[in-house]
T-cell receptor
Framework: DVKVTQSSRYLVKRTGEKVFLECVQD?????MFWYRQDPGLGLRLIYF???????EKGDIPEGYSVSREKKERFSLILESASTNQTSMYLC?????????????FGPGTRLTVT | AQSVTQLGSHVSVSEGALVLLRCNYS??????LFWYVQYPNQGLQLLLK??????LVKGINGFEAEFKKSETSFHLTKPSAHMRDAAEYFC???????????FGAGTTVTVRA
């Protein structure tokens, strides 16, 4: 079975803290994605990576950065957390050269910034 | 740019009744289309996907969707709702040469006993 895991299901952080959200996939997928999910807005793409050390901005990258040092791991970083970053964060992965590109999702991290 | 519109943020159905969730897309080229389901406190799970092989696509848990190019629609249906179908459903689209997905806002389904 394919598996995408996220380091925390629930996280509470204070404004101004640096926050790391970790995602690991065991499917040897080249492409990995970070989304945030907010009620009424669906999923919005923050960043994605199509290879190790490669990244591209998605639709809402402001306030976030990412790191991909190993193929299986994709980290989302909030340099200085703010209350408007309180949200559900979902990681996903998909393999290259396979169409349509089915994305496999992790269980999500619900982040609260106080 | 492509986008997805899901009509109705909430749908309430009786157990055993038809479930119909609407999705319209805008795309300049024939896209790939997906329906995902999210059960409470879980990630997203693929229900079905359109690949141009057939306009009527069957998915898991008794769901199916029909691609209608003339209407730019990909509506999801299930003939008989079950309590376990209570979840949030997302329609998504990708271009044929792209790994990224664009998601609709989601439709929450509640099932009444």
């Amino acid at each position: 079975d394919v598996k995408v895991t996220q380091s925390s299901r629930y996280l509470v952080k204070r404004t101004g803290e640096k926050v790391f959200l970790e995602c690991v996939q065991d499917m040897d997928h080249e492409n990995m994605f970070w989304y945030r999910q907010d009620p009424g807005l669906g999923l919005r793409l923050i960043y994605f990576s199509y290879d190790v050390k490669m990244k591209e901005k998605g639709d809402i990258p402001e306030g976030y950065s990412v790191s991909r040092e190993k193929k299986e791991r994709f980290s989302l970083i909030l340099e200085s957390a703010s209350t408007n970053q309180t949200s559900m964060y979902l990681c996903a992965s998909t393999e290259s050269e396979v169409y349509p590109p089915e994305q496999y999702f992790g269980p999500g991290t619900r982040l609260t910034v106080t | 740019a492509q986008s997805v519109t899901q009509l109705g943020s909430h749908v309430s159905v009786s157990e055993g009744a038809l479930v119909l969730l609407r999705c319209n897309y805008s795309s300049s080229v024939p896209p790939y289309l997906f329906w995902y389901v999210q059960y409470p406190n879980q990630g997203l799970q693929l229900l079905l996907k359109y690949t141009s092989a057939a306009t009527l696509v069957k998915g898991i848990n008794g769901f199916e969707a029909e691609f209608k190019k003339s209407e730019t629609s990909f509506h999801l249906t299930k003939p008989s709702a079950h309590m376990r179908d209570a979840a949030e459903y997302f329609c998504a689209v990708s271009r044929s040469n792209d790994y990224k997905l664009s998601f609709g806002a989601g439709t929450t389904v509640t099932v009444r006993a």
